[in-house]
């Protein structure tokens, strides 16, 4: 089976590069099957590193980068927020219509959860920690609206704009990580209690908990204290040993299941999906465990999107752990190469085939606009060695 090579790329690098010029180059120069588009992101602070461009910084706030049919949405609370730099264009739109004249299949991706001004506006379905700090920044998967305004999006995504595939990321909760370190004052840092802050303990996690297992109410006064244990004795000789008194099994059950909320969520986006539906792999919801993404995750959707680190591509060990072997044409591997120099060319291409002769259903460059253009020129010698040698 031929590899099939997709780019990621940002609307507004396809946008200011020309649509023609820019999708026209990645059919014919570059040579990949399609691109993958970000329909929605996070607040992003862009430094670009091609010429000409009319900005070499770029900059905008969370929203979606297409303009919604209300109809999808007369029903939702949280509604997609068109961003600005878009004005009242539709990016989504005009880039599908240049990528069907260079017949180039079209991915896009949905960040799920994360963004501030996505929270400023909703903050009612914010995350809250078991401290009851609320999240700024990350609404909660678990929350009824959160649900139904990503079930929406994902129709109407799916049946306007005749994607192949959409690919579902950052569909999770807030964690200790999405906290700029100096901006935290905190004591030094115990794994168990870094975990315990990246629970969410809204009022819809604990409901939903209590009415499946233990009780929601419950596990947030063990959290409480074992936390409260955390910030009483970090710090002293014996903080290791008291580490041991975190671990909880009611806090270990309600992770567990939080994970089936994720799943389940997961379960209602493919029904509702018009096209493929891929899910790209998170280890801050899901344990690094080819077991557990098989059995939980292929079963549910077309699509697990997974690093080619975590695989093992020739240049990278495998960073899962494995008894058995992931079903090759059921994952979409993303390659990150925004690094690549001269120098590295070489194992570029060489771990790019490694990959093409694995069978996977496709391998993603990440991206387009970050790249310069001496990994441009590295990525489609790539894309040609491995078509050439996997005929």
């Not at 996505?118 to 009612?124: C, I, K, M």
């Not at 465990?289 to 059995?295: G, K, L, M, R, T």
């Not at 060489?350 to 496709?362: I, N, V």
């Amino acid at each position: 089976m031929q590899p099939q090579f997709y780019m990621y790329c940002y609307p507004w690098d396809l946008e200011d590069e020309g649509l023609e010029e820019s999708i026209g180059r990645l059919a014919g120069e570059i040579g990949v099957d399609g691109i993958n588009v970000a329909a929605t992101t996070s607040e992003v602070l862009h430094y670009r590193p091609r010429k000409p461009l009319e900005k070499r910084v770029f900059k905008t706030e969370a929203g979606a980068h297409f303009q919604p049919d209300k109809k999808f949405y007369s029903s939702c609370r949280i509604k997609p927020h068109p961003a600005a730099w878009m004005k009242s264009r539709n990016a989504l739109e005009r880039i599908v219509k240049v990528c069907e004249k260079e017949k180039l299949k079209v991915r896009a991706s949905i960040n799920c959860c994360v963004g501030r001004a996505l929270v400023e506006r909703y903050p009612f379905a914010a995350c809250v920690n078991a401290l009851g700090v609320i999240s700024e920044r990350v609404l909660c998967p678990t929350h009824p609206d959160v649900r139904e305004f990503l079930a929406a999006m994902v129709e109407d995504l799916s049946t306007n704009y005749g994607l192949e595939a959409l690919e579902i990321r950052e569909l999770r909760w807030e964690d200790v990580t999405d906290h700029n370190e100096n901006e935290v004052c905190r004591p030094p840092w115990l794994p168990v209690a870094a975990d315990l802050l990246s629970h969410c303990f809204c009022s819809s996690c604990r409901q939903a908990v209590s009415a499946q297992s233990v009780g929601g109410d419950a596990v947030l006064q063990a959290a409480t204290a074992r936390l409260e244990e955390w910030l009483d004795h970090s710090g002293t000789e014996n903080t290791k040993d008291r580490s041991t008194l975190l671990y909880d099994p009611d806090v270990l059950e309600y992770s567990m299941s939080m994970r089936g909320f994720v799943l389940e969520l997961v379960s209602e986006l493919k029904q509702r999906a018009k096209c493929e539906l891929a899910v790209r792999y998170s280890a801050r919801v899901f344990p690094a465990d080819a077991d557990f993404i098989q059995e939980h995750l292929m079963e549910r959707i077309d699509a697990v999107v997974v690093s080619s680190r975590m695989l093992g591509d020739g240049a990278t060990e495998s960073t899962l752990d494995s008894h058995v072997s992931l079903i090759p044409s059921k994952l979409d591997v993303i390659k990150s190469v925004e690094q690549t120099d001269t120098s590295t060319m070489q194992a570029l291409v060489a771990s790019t085939l490694a990959l093409a002769e694995r069978g996977y259903r496709s391998i993603s460059f990440s991206d387009y606009g970050r790249a310069h253009q001496h990994t441009l020129d590295a990525i489609r010698q790539a894309i040609r060695f491995a078509r050439r040698e996997t005929r």
